[in-house]
């Protein structure tokens, strides 16, 4: 039988050539749109995915595969591989060093391995269930403060122009609440930021699940909560993760200041 730490280790292996791939291509060549002007993908991304999702069929050929671009096979195996090829890909195409490859390991409705890889600032976050978070091998953790008055808040916005201005209504009636706010444009660097105390809490409407499915262990390894408005699982509805002391609260003001996208295709998730 497989061993999750057997599938933390492929999960590892494979982020490790996807950067491997990522820095021998170097800058994209190509960018095409995909459902906006904001949101793009490269050859790069298409060529990670491809690389993943081939090394995946010939070792674990049962597993299911997810990925962002074109990867979607079903197996019949009860794992899933959920992948995010490079997550930021606008700061790769503007050469911002902040985009990580994502990988998490489903097995059945659990998730039991994950990696980022921030390539970018080559830092490695694994998580194996009930194993704990490191970071380039190291145990993290998240913050102490106990009032969302002093945390440092990470956020991002939809690609959709019209869903971007409701999100940042809803920031606005927070903004004042908070130490300060952040937006790197990496959901899964975000999370594993907050996980290791970078960030005290983060939130993002209309994520998918290679956005923030091994993000989203790594961090409740580390110690920290995720949720959404109503769960204490991550969703497209809202994604919420801070840690463990200001979370209510967190949730509570997000529940108060929240500008509903009564148009978000998320909505019937």
């Not at 096979?73 to 911002?96: A, K, M, R």
């Not at 998240?142 to 969302?148: A, D, E, L």
């Not at 952040?182 to 290791?196: F, K, L, M, P």
Request: charged share 25%; with cysteine.
């Amino acid at each position: 039988m497989t061993t999750n730490t057997q599938l933390l280790e492929l999960a590892t292996e494979l982020s490790i050539k996807a950067k491997d791939l990522v820095v021998a291509h170097g800058s994209p060549k190509e960018i095409a749109e995909k459902s906006s002007r904001s949101d793009v993908v490269t050859e790069v991304d298409e060529l990670v995915e491809g690389m993943i999702r081939s090394e995946l069929r010939s070792i674990r050929p049962e597993d299911s595969i997810l990925g962002e671009e074109q990867a979607r096979y079903q197996g019949e195996s009860e794992y899933t591989w959920v992948i995010d090829p490079i997550d930021g890909t606008t700061n790769f195409v503007y050469d911002i060093p902040n985009f990580a490859v994502s990988i998490a390991v489903i097995r059945g409705d659990q998730c039991v391995a994950a990696v980022v890889y921030d390539i970018g600032n080559d830092e490695l976050y694994r998580a194996e269930k009930g194993r704990g978070a490191t970071r380039n091998g190291k145990s993290i953790s998240p913050t102490s403060i106990t009032s969302v008055r002093n945390a440092l808040v990470g956020t991002g916005f939809s690609y959709d122009s019209k869903r971007r201005k409701r999100q940042a209504q809803t920031l606005l009636a927070m903004v004042e609440t908070f130490r300060d706010i952040r937006r790197a444009g990496a959901a899964s660097i975000d999370i594993c930021w907050v996980a290791c105390g970078r960030l005290d809490a983060f939130y993002e409407q209309g994520l998918w699940p290679w956005d923030y499915k091994a993000a989203e262990l790594i961090a409740t390894e580390a110690g920290a909560r995720v949720g959404s408005l109503n769960q204490d699982v991550a969703q497209r509805t809202l994604t919420i993760a801070s840690n463990p002391f200001i979370f209510n609260e967190f949730r509570g003001l997000i529940k108060k200041s929240l500008v509903m996208d009564v148009e978000a295709d998320y909505l019937d998730d």
